[in-house]
């Protein structure tokens, strides 16, 4: 319905309030049934009506206690369809309640979620010029700028130079590109290059990655002091003053007392720092102007004589060739520049600092490398253009007539100054010797000095803050329990003062070593390792076409991510082969570290997406391949109930399948959907994360049916996926179906017969103490609740009084008498009840245990096409069961005992399945005893029509009215089959009675032939007073096979 303006005279929607569009207003009540809960109340929506939908709004989708904002939750579907249903009813409610999780089931474990310390009033938010250009600018120009850069262009030649540059950028760039776009995709908090791989890649890769990253940043600001430290030093020396020995000790002391300094402006807080930085940047570039002035200054001769003439096109000429010296060559020349271009994360490092991250961190980081770039190849090529590579320093090496001038200074020779002798000798000066090009060729040297000091400091400052931050971050997703104590933030900020600790007392201790020339390669390859999970986690999430993957920044391609990934690795061999194996060996211990503690998080990574990518496209694979009788493994549909119900029964299952195929654990919720659909959907998270905390590598399946027959039938039907389907069902033996009723017995027996109809495998557990203990369960969990009431009412009571700590006073007299009920309930049970209740709880934890030396059972009396044989053979394959022996038992004829045992032997042995006995039973035919039978008479007595005994006409009503009911002619009929029942119990008691488990072959009772109480006798009978009996029948098609 559209809405129009009043002016004018246009059409008005009356009812049309524009303030209730927005997210819904909750409201604290007190419910009739003790639950405390928000209510939402119904509104008149820009629709015109009374509605609880909610028009599209972002409060809608925040996290659970994010600190952006209020969190608001729509109406779930359940409310909505209720609401309709009481409609039609005619009972509108015009509240809703409104659970604490809300309907979207968002996970509230992300840092968005974390409340801050302190009031969010005051904190300090930095725009991406001071908070992200600057920083990486700064952290980008290091001393290389003034130093190295002369001696890397003259040993590469300004071409190669120009390359070498240009393949750093490069390497820097798409990184840049990777790194907006995965920041593009959601909010960015605190944390860095941490934050942006963990959320993609998980906590696995984030974990590993962030610890090595934050130590990294924490040597840095000492490599960097301990440069300005360095330069303190030579400059004393120049001035001939030292502090102690004009060497490390003056060092040390200089590099303590700078990182004391920087830690007072770090803790001082992020505004006093970023202060300190825009200081720095202005000496570095009027440093830098400086160089550039000194350019076009008239050489003096002093100057001359040191290699620097002005722009000359033939110094510019003889400079453009590689020159490579001593062991240098192209790839040790990069290795030496390249660290020079890294600092790209210095505005990530702070993202949590930043106004805006995903808008500031692509422009200023993509900016702060153009900038740099472009900046190191003016600088190298001014340079390039103005000094040539050997100078002796000395005014008086003229060109004099006669004397050859040759060497590698020809341009000099055209200039008037014969530098020959270095070709002979060493000289101090030009591109190739002098470090300090820079100092020379400027307009005012002591400048150059300044700008080297702010390019170190500005460096370390950049480091002591990420460090700390990034930190934080990977201790607040308490990712390394032991470190969850630096999580902990102070002031308006959230300021890591822990963590600014911890980085100042590394930082102090690699101080003291005074020389970090061993360290600097596995730094620079810590970052580089960085990089490379950047330019992956972009690939990633691209590569797993993930719906959620929208990144905003769209300049950014997979594939040049990955090329990007590929050349960081390539680059960090290049640096230093071994730094780079170190680098790897850490970041996979923490990996395999973190793997195996498996964090307790979830944040929608991108490994989750191509997992599930793998599983579709692997099921797809499987489905276009047909089934191969050497590839057949048991995949069971256990009909458990709640996976806490029958723990034996799923043990079994488990043990059967283990990690190898798939195990399906159901249950059937009986009853009228709109009644049990809310407990069903309850239980299936609560149970499949009970599997994975127990680690059963299984999977839960509920349905919700009028009846258990007919639930049963739908996961038989529709369970698994493709290939991936169950074919052997898992039941447990109802013990009371003497006392069920009809209809629980037939619908208990029509699940085996529709089990046959769809060519299950069909496999039976049953236990003498039973495997329901879900009465015990349930006795626990109210203790538990008995437990957790008191204790809070405990901890509702002042110590020296009966008054409550809040505002709200609770009278204890109801708590009370509600423990007082919970005990009752809980109170120990009989001492005969106990005693059954211990023996059952000792039995459902039989097969988690390992068996004691024993044997496994199999009578094998009917082939079924080996699923008999199989099972317990799997089993022997286990870890739990390895101390137990197979013995087979098969049906067979007197004269003939021999010959069967032999054709077993054989066939045993085609199958490749070790047996340590096989056993022919040659009295099977034999009429049980009548002891055996009157047990069975007074078992299915109950169940008989007797209607032998009746005229035709009264026997044909009895059979109308009870038709469940064994009938004389049904018995007469079986009476073989059901005498063979009955023998082979004592069969099995002579010679089986001491088995850890014995395997049966499982009788098949004939549809609308053979009555459902029959059957349950049969199967009664047969496995009465045996140890753990399974009995079994596969569905008749090979699952062994003896051809290769």
């Given at each position: 319905?559209?809405?129009?303006?009043?002016?004018?005279?246009?059409?008005?929607?009356?009812?049309?309030?524009?303030?209730?569009?927005?997210?819904?207003?909750?409201?604290?009540?007190?419910?009739?049934?003790?639950?405390?809960?928000?209510?939402?109340?119904?509104?008149?929506?820009?629709?015109?009506?009374?509605?609880?939908?909610?028009?599209?709004?972002?409060?809608?989708?925040?996290?659970?206690?994010?600190?952006?904002?209020?969190?608001?939750?729509?109406?779930?579907?359940?409310?909505?369809?209720?609401?309709?249903?009481?409609?039609?009813?005619?009972?509108?409610?015009?509240?809703?309640?409104?659970?604490?999780?809300?309907?979207?089931?968002?996970?509230?474990?992300?840092?968005?979620?974390?409340?801050?310390?302190?009031?969010?009033?005051?904190?300090?938010?930095?725009?991406?010029?001071?908070?992200?250009?600057?920083?990486?600018?700064?952290?980008?120009?290091?001393?290389?700028?003034?130093?190295?850069?002369?001696?890397?262009?003259?040993?590469?030649?300004?071409?190669?130079?120009?390359?070498?540059?240009?393949?750093?950028?490069?390497?820097?760039?798409?990184?840049?590109?990777?790194?907006?776009?995965?920041?593009?995709?959601?909010?960015?908090?605190?944390?860095?290059?941490?934050?942006?791989?963990?959320?993609?890649?998980?906590?696995e890769f984030g974990g590993s990655i962030g610890l090595i990253f934050a130590f990294a940043n924490a040597v840095a600001v000492?490599?960097?002091?301990?440069?300005?430290?360095?330069?303190?030093v030579d400059l004393l020396k120049e001035n001939e003053a030292t502090i102690i020995d004009g060497d490390i000790n003056d060092?040390?002391?200089?590099?303590?007392?700078?990182?004391?300094?920087?830690?007072?402006?770090?803790?001082?807080?992020?505004?006093?720092?970023?202060?300190?930085?825009?200081?720095?940047?202005?000496?570095?570039?009027?440093?830098?102007?400086?160089?550039?002035?000194?350019?076009?200054?008239?050489?003096?001769?002093?100057?001359?004589?040191?290699?620097?003439?002005?722009?000359?096109?033939?110094?510019?000429?003889?400079?453009?060739?590689?020159?490579?010296?001593?062991?240098?060559?192209?790839?040790?020349?990069?290795?030496?520049?390249?660290p020079a271009a890294t600092g790209i994360l210095a505005g990530a490092n702070i993202s949590g600092d930043l106004r805006d991250?995903?808008?500031?961190?692509?422009?200023?980081?993509?900016?702060?490398?153009?900038?740099?770039?472009?900046?190191?190849?003016?600088?190298?090529?001014?340079?390039?253009?103005?000094?040539?590579?050997?100078?002796?320093?000395?005014?008086?090496?003229?060109?004099?007539?006669?004397?050859?001038?040759?060497?590698?200074?020809?341009?000099?020779?055209?200039?008037?100054?014969?530098?020959?002798?270095?070709?002979?000798?060493?000289?101090?000066?030009?591109?190739?010797?002098?470090?300090?090009?820079?100092?020379?060729?400027?307009?005012?040297?002591?400048?150059?000095?300044?700008?080297?000091?702010?390019?170190?400091?500005?460096?370390?400052?950049?480091?002591?803050?990420?460090?700390?931050?990034?930190?934080?971050?990977?201790?607040?997703?308490?990712?390394?329990?032991?470190?969850?104590?630096?999580?902990?933030?102070?002031?308006?900020?959230?300021?890591?003062?822990?963590?600014?600790?911890?980085?100042?007392?590394?930082?102090?201790?690699?101080?003291?070593?005074?020389?970090?020339?061993?360290?600097?390669?596995?730094?620079?390859?810590?970052?580089?390792?960085?990089?490379?999970?950047?330019?992956?986690?972009?690939?990633?999430?691209?590569?797993?076409?993930?719906?959620?993957?929208?990144?905003?920044?769209?300049?950014?391609?997979?594939?040049?991510?990955?090329?990007?990934?590929?050349?960081?690795?390539?680059?960090?061999?290049?640096?230093?082969?071994?730094?780079?194996?170190?680098?790897?060996?850490?970041?996979?211990?923490?990996?395999?570290?973190?793997?195996?503690?498996?964090?307790?998080?979830?944040?929608?990574?991108?490994?989750?997406?191509?997992?599930?990518?793998?599983?579709?496209?692997?099921?797809?694979?499987?489905?276009?391949?047909?089934?191969?009788?050497?590839?057949?493994?048991?995949?069971?549909?256990?009909?458990?109930?709640?996976?806490?119900?029958?723990?034996?029964?799923?043990?079994?299952?488990?043990?059967?399948?283990?990690?190898?195929?798939?195990?399906?654990?159901?249950?059937?919720?009986?009853?009228?959907?709109?009644?049990?659909?809310?407990?069903?959907?309850?239980?299936?998270?609560?149970?499949?994360?009970?599997?994975?905390?127990?680690?059963?590598?299984?999977?839960?399946?509920?349905?919700?049916?009028?009846?258990?027959?007919?639930?049963?039938?739908?996961?038989?039907?529709?369970?698994?996926?493709?290939?991936?389907?169950?074919?052997?069902?898992?039941?447990?033996?109802?013990?009371?179906?003497?006392?069920?009723?009809?209809?629980?017995?037939?619908?208990?027996?029509?699940?085996?017969?529709?089990?046959?109809?769809?060519?299950?495998?069909?496999?039976?557990?049953?236990?003498?103490?039973?495997?329901?203990?879900?009465?015990?369960?349930?006795?626990?969990?109210?203790?538990?609740?008995?437990?957790?009431?008191?204790?809070?009412?405990?901890?509702?009571?002042?110590?020296?009084?009966?008054?409550?700590?809040?505002?709200?006073?609770?009278?204890?007299?109801?708590?009370?008498?509600?423990?007082?009920?919970?005990?009752?309930?809980?109170?120990?049970?009989?001492?005969?009840?106990?005693?059954?209740?211990?023996?059952?709880?000792?039995?459902?934890?039989?097969?988690?245990?390992?068996?004691?030396?024993?044997?496994?059972?199999?009578?094998?009396?009917?082939?079924?096409?080996?699923?008999?044989?199989?099972?317990?053979?799997?089993?022997?394959?286990?870890?739990?069961?390895?101390?137990?022996?197979?013995?087979?038992?098969?049906?067979?004829?007197?004269?003939?005992?021999?010959?069967?045992?032999?054709?077993?032997?054989?066939?045993?042995?085609?199958?490749?399945?070790?047996?340590?006995?096989?056993?022919?039973?040659?009295?099977?035919?034999?009429?049980?005893?009548?002891?055996?039978?009157?047990?069975?008479?007074?078992?299915?007595?109950?169940?008989?029509?007797?209607?032998?005994?009746?005229?035709?006409?009264?026997?044909?009503?009895?059979?109308?009215?009870?038709?469940?009911?064994?009938?004389?002619?049904?018995?007469?009929?079986?009476?073989?089959?059901?005498?063979?029942?009955?023998?082979?119990?004592?069969?099995?008691?002579?010679?089986?009675?001491?088995?850890?488990?014995?395997?049966?072959?499982?009788?098949?009772?004939?549809?609308?032939?053979?009555?459902?109480?029959?059957?349950?006798?049969?199967?009664?009978?047969?496995?009465?007073?045996?140890?753990?009996?399974?009995?079994?029948?596969?569905?008749?098609?090979?699952?062994?096979?003896?051809?290769?």
């Amino acid at each position: 319905m559209e809405r129009f303006k009043s002016i004018g005279g246009e059409h008005v929607n009356p009812a049309y309030n524009s303030t209730l569009d927005e997210p819904p207003v909750y409201e604290e009540s007190n419910f009739s049934n003790g639950e405390h809960r928000t209510v939402r109340p119904s509104v008149v929506s820009a629709f015109g009506h009374d509605t609880l939908d909610r028009m599209p709004n972002i409060d809608f989708y925040r996290n659970e206690g994010s600190v952006s904002g209020h969190r608001a939750v729509r109406p779930s579907l359940q409310e909505l369809h209720d609401v309709f249903q009481k409609v039609r009813n005619g009972a509108i409610s015009d509240t809703m309640q409104d659970d604490k999780l809300g309907s979207d089931g968002i996970p509230s474990d992300d840092i968005e979620s974390v409340l801050p310390t302190d009031s969010g009033e005051g904190t300090v938010k930095f725009g991406w010029i001071r908070g992200v250009l600057v920083r990486c600018m700064l952290n980008i120009w290091g001393v290389m700028l003034f130093i190295r850069l002369s001696w890397v262009f003259g040993q590469a030649g300004w071409g190669l130079g120009i390359v070498i540059i240009a393949l750093s950028c490069v390497v820097t760039t798409v990184t840049g590109l990777s790194m907006s776009a995965i920041c593009t995709n959601g909010v960015v908090r605190g944390g860095g290059a941490y934050y942006l791989i963990s959320r993609s890649l998980g906590p696995e890769f984030g974990g590993s990655i962030g610890l090595i990253f934050a130590f990294a940043n924490a040597v840095a600001v000492a490599m960097y002091v301990v440069g300005f430290a360095e330069t303190v030093v030579d400059l004393l020396k120049e001035n001939e003053a030292t502090i102690i020995d004009g060497d490390i000790n003056d060092i040390r002391i200089i590099g303590c007392i700078t990182v004391v300094l920087l830690l007072a402006i770090s803790v001082a807080g992020m505004e006093w720092e970023a202060k300190a930085q825009i200081v720095l940047l202005v000496i570095l570039l009027v440093a830098i102007g400086n160089m550039l002035v000194g350019t076009v200054i008239p050489a003096t001769k002093d100057k001359k004589s040191k290699g620097f003439f002005n722009y000359q096109s033939n110094i510019f000429l003889e400079n453009f060739t590689p020159a490579f010296r001593g062991d240098e060559t192209f790839f040790s020349v990069f290795a030496i520049f390249f660290p020079a271009a890294t600092g790209i994360l210095a505005g990530a490092n702070i993202s949590g600092d930043l106004r805006d991250p995903q808008g500031g961190l692509p422009k200023g980081t993509l900016l702060a490398i153009l900038i740099t770039g472009i900046t190191y190849l003016v600088v190298a090529l001014c340079v390039s253009a103005t000094v040539v590579r050997d100078a002796t320093g000395n005014i008086t090496d003229l060109i004099t007539p006669g004397i050859p001038c040759n060497g590698s200074a020809i341009a000099a020779c055209e200039l008037g100054y014969n530098f020959s002798s270095c070709e002979l000798q060493s000289c101090k000066f030009g591109l190739m010797n002098n470090f300090q090009v820079m100092t020379m060729v400027s307009g005012f040297g002591p400048l150059i000095t300044a700008g080297t000091f702010s390019a170190t400091l500005s460096s370390a400052l950049a480091s002591l803050v990420s460090a700390p931050k990034v930190f934080q971050a990977l201790c607040k997703d308490n990712i390394y329990k032991a470190l969850y104590f630096f999580a902990k933030g102070h002031g308006k900020n959230n300021e890591p003062i822990r963590g600014y600790v911890l980085t100042f007392v590394i930082s102090v201790a690699f101080i003291l070593i005074g020389t970090l020339n061993t360290i600097a390669p596995i730094i620079s390859n810590f970052f580089l390792a960085s990089y490379a999970l950047i330019n992956f986690s972009c690939f990633h999430a691209s590569y797993a076409k993930s719906p959620g993957w929208r990144p905003g920044y769209k300049y950014y391609n997979m594939w040049l991510s990955l090329l990007g990934a590929l050349l960081c690795c390539v680059v960090m061999f290049v640096i230093n082969w071994w730094a780079a194996v170190l680098t790897y060996g850490i970041e996979i211990l923490l990996y395999i570290y973190v793997t195996v503690k498996k964090p307790d998080v979830n944040w929608g990574s991108s490994t989750q997406a191509v997992t599930f990518v793998s599983a579709v496209s692997n099921a797809l694979s499987l489905s276009g391949v047909e089934d191969h009788v050497k590839n057949f493994r048991p995949q069971v549909l256990a009909l458990t109930g709640s996976v806490r119900t029958r723990p034996a029964l799923l043990d079994l299952a488990h043990s059967f399948t283990k990690n190898y195929g798939l195990c399906l654990t159901c249950e059937v919720f009986v009853g009228p959907r709109s009644e049990v659909f809310q407990e069903m959907n309850a239980n299936i998270e609560k149970n499949q994360l009970w599997l994975g905390k127990t680690k059963r590598k299984a999977f839960y399946a509920g349905v919700a049916c009028d009846t258990f027959r007919e639930g049963t039938e739908r996961l038989l039907q529709a369970s698994g996926l493709g290939r991936m389907k169950p074919n052997t069902l898992m039941i447990g033996f109802k013990r009371n179906w003497r006392t069920a009723g009809v209809e629980a017995v037939q619908s208990y027996v029509g699940v085996l017969h529709d089990a046959f109809d769809f060519e299950y495998g069909t496999v039976m557990l049953r236990m003498n103490q039973g495997l329901d203990v879900s009465h015990l369960i349930e006795a626990e969990e109210e203790m538990l609740k008995a437990v957790r009431e008191q204790q809070a009412l405990e901890d509702e009571m002042m110590p020296n009084g009966d008054k409550a700590k809040g505002l709200f006073r609770k009278s204890r007299k109801p708590s009370q008498q509600v423990i007082t009920t919970r005990v009752s309930v809980c109170s120990p049970p009989p001492p005969q009840v106990a005693k059954m209740n211990e023996r059952l709880l000792e039995a459902s934890m039989q097969f988690k245990k390992k068996q004691p030396k024993g044997t496994i059972d199999v009578w094998w009396l009917f082939d079924d096409g080996g699923l008999t044989l199989l099972l317990p053979y799997i089993l022997t394959t286990r870890k739990k069961w390895k101390d137990c022996k197979l013995r087979i038992f098969i049906a067979g004829q007197p004269e003939h005992s021999d010959l069967d045992k032999e054709e077993m032997k054989s066939l045993l042995q085609k199958f490749r399945i070790n047996c340590s006995d096989i056993h022919v039973i040659d009295d099977i035919h034999v009429r049980p005893s009548s002891e055996s039978l009157r047990k069975l008479g007074d078992m299915i007595e109950p169940f008989c029509l007797h209607e032998g005994s009746k005229d035709a006409a009264q026997a044909e009503a009895m059979q109308r009215d009870q038709p469940w009911k064994i009938t004389d002619k049904e018995l007469n009929s079986f009476e073989e089959k059901t005498n063979l029942q009955v023998r082979l119990n004592e069969v099995i008691k002579e010679n089986s009675r001491s088995a850890n488990l014995i395997f049966v072959s499982m009788p098949i009772a004939r549809k609308e032939a053979i009555s459902d109480f029959l059957y349950m006798a049969w199967l009664d009978i047969l496995t009465k007073d045996l140890p753990t009996t399974l009995l079994i029948r596969g569905n008749h098609k090979s699952v062994l096979t003896f051809y290769s």
